[in-house]
């Protein structure tokens, strides 16, 4: 079955750094748009960021000119660049992939990792 793993969370001060990434795999065919979600405690869900298999990105305005989203088609990979992270960056971090199989039937699913903890202290 098709899979995403995330890895690359973890514990950093105010104004640091963080690269994430995640990687699919299993009978995969095609993979459309990649992105990153977030969730912090007591909040909703929400977006970071997308890029499309072109290379298109679009990033929610919180983060914008601080994060940066890039992927690896060869290795249906995505990855997440953070600058200048803060302590409101704080969150489990997710990755979405809208992947196409064909194994009799194609089929166009989305698909969750298992999420990674990022943590900013200030």
């Known amino acids: 079955q098709v899979q995403l793993v995330e890895s690359g969370g973890g514990l950093v001060q105010a104004g640091g750094s963080l690269r994430l990434a995640c990687a699919a795999s299993g009978p995969i065919f095609s993979i459309n748009v990649m992105g990153w979600y977030r969730q912090a405690p007591g909040n909703q869900r929400e977006l970071v960021g997308t890029i499309t298999s072109g290379g298109s990105t679009n990033y929610a305005e919180s983060v914008k000119g601080r994060f940066t989203i890039s992927r690896d088609n060869a290795k249906n990979t995505v990855y997440l660049q953070m600058n200048g992270l803060k302590p409101e960056d704080t969150a489990v971090y997710s990755c979405?992939?809208?992947?196409?199989?064909?194994?009799?039937?194609?089929?166009?699913?989305?698909?969750w990792g298992q999420g990674t903890q990022v943590t900013v202290s200030s």
């Open positions: 979405n992939a809208r992947i196409e199989t064909r194994i009799g039937v194609r089929i166009l699913a989305d698909y």
